[in-house]
Structures are given as structure tokens and as C-alpha cells.
């Protein structure tokens, strides 16, 4: 039976990594290659992401992926965080270091742009909640700067990484519908938004769609990664939560919802066709782009962030055993609003929280454990908030929460979660988003069938996963929900 060996790069905001996907009949196996620190850096004009160290990790990933392939690679494909970019000049070069969607340059620039476009009109135009981090800001926040002036070309995160392997140049779809400058009705760009805010449409290379061929490596990137000639590079579900939800390994028929929980959760539900209702815009809820013209109904909360901030802050600990001492400590005490963008912000993460709590008249955290089951009562809570809000926004019954993505490694957050939702959770795979990236290569190259159920079947039937049943008392939960909407 013929098998084959993909490797998947998949930039998350916390690490990188280069996965090993083997897929054939009824097999589906993976293998990390190499992983590496996302380390972002702050320079005097801002908050950067340091691109040159991920496309290293991205080369070095790339000649481990032949070692642990121990065949030919079939094929390369990317994703990355969502919206940010950078910008090419004329002899397609980069200019400067792409802008980390945590700098600050955004503020203030919401009403600047609601001003020329109201905020519900864009809403019902691109379907996205408002998020100060979404490319259209960024982009506006970036008019009249030399290095926007000088700009030809502008590429999403994993299309600047598929170019440089490449030469050659696309914008793939789901992730551009984070920039909030697609029509989730139609998949194509919202022209008359862009128009009407002085953005150049003309800077994004033409649309590419998951699976679609996006060239091949180039003879220099063959020498630094020592693969053999021809490897293509195939579009995937290039925005890192697209084939995380590509990869939730839900069960034939079953009424599910996802969270995708690492430094962020995106918690909602896939759909055919996007909400755009007014009490959708309200309650910040996302239509993003899935595979096969689906949506991705979502809300963005803090996530683990709060966690890994709070670790920084502390001079990372052992994470294992502080999150026994959280499991010790008193449940549901206090809980922030871990949807808040007060949270968006590096830095003072332990301070912060505490704040938090301070302001809302609850008891202030007293130690790391107490800090740290605060937060995780807190995403358990949003979690809930968020499923909830969107089974009813959209009608669409919930039975099951799948939770994929780093979090799923969390027995403690993945209980919570349970307990919170009052529904059965399933987690894993933890390495969604590189399994979606796999899969989907597969399908391109005819090792997976058409059929995104019979996908998810094969994740079910091969990855391993862990069942948490709700527990005990429903009107805790209930109570601090109310009593974080008092405040
Ligand atoms: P991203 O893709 O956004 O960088 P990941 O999906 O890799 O994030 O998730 C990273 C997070 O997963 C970490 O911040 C940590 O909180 C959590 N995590 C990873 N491994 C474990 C583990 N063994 N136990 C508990 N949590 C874990
Ligand atoms: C998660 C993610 C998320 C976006 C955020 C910027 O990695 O892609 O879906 O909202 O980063």
C-alpha cells in the first residue's frame, strides 16, 4: 500500500516545531523533528518577531524531518500564528522585523477607523470580531510610515516562510481571513472596506486555497536542509487554529465543539456559513475561514498565555508541580475575565491578575498555586462562557468540547473545563495544528480521501485521547459566571 512522509512546520507564538507526518492506509503516525523557542524581542520601536531565528529553526526542522522521515519527504507544508506579516520592497526583500500583534502600535487606532467604517458595517463585511491586533489596524496604524511607503509586496507569516523556501509567492486563504480584509460570505476580499480605509489590496499576492501547489524548495534551501530534489511545498490550512480545527478528531454525527488551547483558546464551533447577526458582533464572536469553505465560529480568550506569563514572571518553575499544588487549592475563590484584552499586553502578569481581582472586590491570589488556579478557573470559565454563547448565537446544540492543542496536555484545565461546560471533554491531540497541516498535504496527494469526517475518523482511530467526564456541583460555576458579570 503506498505511504508517504510529510513534514509539517507549525509557528506557534510559544514555539516552533517540525513534525514528521507518515499517512497511509488507515495509518497516521507522527514524529517530531525539532522543536524550538518563539522568542519574541523588544527593540527601542516596539515588539518584533524574530524571523530570522524561526526560519533557522524552520531549515534546521527541515533537514531533522529527513533524518526522522528516514524516506523521501513528500511533501512541506506551513502554518503560523494568525495576522501579522511582513513586507517585501522591490527586489523582494525583506524590510525590517515583522511587528509582534502584542506591540502597542494599534491603540487608539480602532475609532480612526470606525470613523470612515463603522464598526457594525465591518462587522457584517468581514465577519471578524474586533481584536486591536487584526492585520486591517495594524495596517491603518501603519500608513505613512517609510517602511510601508517602500513596500511592494506584504506576506502573511507562513507565506513569508514558503516564499523564502520557494521564491514563489500566494496568500492562502484561512489565514488571511484573519487580516479582517476577506468576506467570509464569498472567500474573496472585502474590496470596498479596504478601499474605503486607503489599504492597497494590491501588496497581498493572489489567493491560495489548502491543498492547492505552492511551488517547490529552492536548490539553496535542498543544500542547507540536505533533502533530495523535487520537494514540493503544498498549501495547508496555513493559519495555525485552521488546522488545528481540521484535526479535531470529533466521532461521525457527533454535535461538537472545539477549543484550541495554547497560548491562546479559541474556543467555537465549525459551521457552513458565517454568523453575522448583530448579538454575534456584540458578544465578539469570529467568523473565520476553515477548510473547505467552512467557518470557524470562535471567540479569542487569553489562553495559556496568562500561565506562561505568569512562569516568566517567576523565573519558570517546574510546571508539573506547580499545577498539582493549583489542583490542591481552593476552587473557584476568584476568576478574572481571561477574554479581556486587558491581558494582551506583555509583562507584570502575576501583578496584573492580582489587580484584577483586587478591582473586582475578590480575594487577592496569595501565592503561585492560588495565581495559577485562579487562571485556570478563569479560561475555565471563559471556556464555558464561549461554547454557551455560541451553541445559542448560531442554534447549534453542543453534546461533546473537543480540546486540542498544547493545553490538552493540562489534566487540570481540561477537568475544569468539563466541570465548567457541564459536558463530557475529549483532549488531544495535542500537536493538532501539525496533524491538520499533515492531513491535509495528504489529501493533496491522495493518501487521505476527500471526506473531512473520514479525516477526523483516522485522528480518532489513531491518536491517542483522554475522556473527562463533568463533575459535581453545576451552581459554583454559575455563580462566579454571575459574578463576573456584575463587575
Ligand atoms: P502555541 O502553539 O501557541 O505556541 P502550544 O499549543 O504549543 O502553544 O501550547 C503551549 C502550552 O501548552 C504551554 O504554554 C503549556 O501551558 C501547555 N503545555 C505543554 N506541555 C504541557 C504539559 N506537559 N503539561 C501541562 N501543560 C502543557
Ligand atoms: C493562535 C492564533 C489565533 C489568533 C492569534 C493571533 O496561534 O493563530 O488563532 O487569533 O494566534
Known amino acids: 500500500a503506498r505511504t508517504g512522509a510529510f513534514a509539517a512546520v507549525d509557528l506557534g507564538a510559544s514555539s516552533g516545531r517540525v ?203 535542498l543544500e542547507e536542509t540536505g533533502l533530495t530534489d523535487p520537494v514540493p511545498v503544498t498549501a495547508v490550512g496555513s493559519h495555525d487554529t485552521a488546522s488545528a480545527v481540521a484535526a479535531v478528531p470529533a466521532a461521525p454525527g457527533e454535535r461538537f465543539a472545539y477549543i484550541c488551547t495554547g497560548t491562546w483558546s479559541l474556543a467555537g464551533l465549525e459551521l457552513d456559513a458565517p454568523v453575522l447577526s448583530e448579538a454575534s458582533r456584540t458578544a465578539n464572536f469570529t467568523n473565520e475561514l476553515g477548510l473547505d469553505g467552512t467557518v470557524r465560529y470562535l471567540r479569542n480568550i487569553m489562553g495559556l498565555w496568562l500561565l506562561q506569563e505568569c512562569l516568566r514572571a517567576w523565573g519558570d518553575p517546574e510546571l508539573g508541580a506547580l499545577l498539582r499544588e493549583a489542583g490542591d487549592a481552593a476552587p473557584l475563590r476568584s476568576v478574572v475575565d481571561a477574554a479581556d484584552a486587558l491581558f494582551l499586553a506583555p509583562g507584570r502578569m502575576p501583578e496584573r491578575i492580582a489587580e484584577a481581582c483586587r478591582t473586582t472586590g475578590q480575594p487577592v491570589p496569595r501565592t503561585r498555586a492560588e495565581t495559577t488556579r485562579c487562571i485556570l478557573d478563569s479560561l475555565a470559565l471563559a471556556h464555558r462562557r464561549a461554547i454557551a454563547d455560541a451553541a445559542r448565537l448560531a442554534d447549534h446544540p453542543v453534546d461533546v468540547v473537543h480540546i486540542v492543542g498544547g493545553g490538552a496536555r493540562n489534566a487540570l484545565l481540561c477537568q475544569l473545563t468539563a466541570d465548567a461546560c457541564g459536558l463530557p471533554v475529549v483532549a488531544g491531540p495535542a500537536e493538532a495544528a501539525a496533524l491538520g497541516n499533515v492531513l491535509v498535504q495528504a489529501r493533496a496527494h491522495g493518501l487521505v480521501g476527500d471526506d473531512r469526517a473520514a479525516m477526523r475518523e483516522l485522528l480518532a482511530r489513531t491518536q491517542p485521547l483522554t475522556r473527562y467526564e463533568p463533575r459535581g456541583d453545576h451552581t459554583a460555576w454559575r455563580a462566579a459566571e454571575r459574578r463576573l458579570a456584575e463587575r
Request: glycine letters at 12%; zero cysteines; a negative charge.
Open 19 to 221: 513534525m514528521v507526518g507518515r499517512v497511509g492506509p488507515g495509518t497516521l503516525a507522527l514524529a517530531e523533528a525539532h522543536r524550538f523557542p518563539n522568542r519574541p524581542v523588544r527593540l527601542p520601536e516596539g515588539l518584533r518577531w524574530d524571523v530570522l531565528g524561526l526560519y533557522a529553526g524552520v531549515l534546521d526542522g527541515l533537514r531533522a524531518a529527513g533524518a526522522t522521515a528516514g524516506e523521501r519527504i513528500a511533501s512541506v507544508g506551513i502554518d503560523s500564528w494568525a495576522v501579522d506579516y511582513g513586507l517585501l520592497d522591490a527586489d523582494g526583500a525583506l524590510l525590517g522585523h515583522p511587528v509582534h500583534y502584542r506591540d502597542g502600535r494599534t491603540e487608539g487606532v480602532a475609532e480612526k477607523v470606525w470613523a470612515s467604517v463603522p464598526a457594525a458595517e465591518l462587522y457584517t463585511a468581514t465577519g471578524l470580531q474586533y481584536a486591536p491586533f487584526n492585520t486591517l489596524y495594524q495596517l491603518v496604524a501603519a500608513q505613512g510610515s517609510a517602511q510601508l511607503a517602500a513596500a511592494r509586496r506584504l506576506l502573511l507569516i507562513p507565506d513569508l516562510i514558503s516564499y523564502w523556501l520557494t521564491g514563489e509567492l500566494g496568500t492562502e486563504v484561512t489565514n488571511a481571513s484573519t487580516t479582517q480584509l476577506i468576506d467570509p460570505r464569498t472567500g474573496d476580499w472585502a474590496s470596498s472596506v479596504a478601499e474605503r480605509l486607503g489599504i492597497d489590496l494590491g501588496l497581498f499576492p493572489p489567493l491560495r486555497r489548502p491543498g492547492d501547489p505552492a511551488g517547490q524548495l529552492l536548490p539553496e534551501v
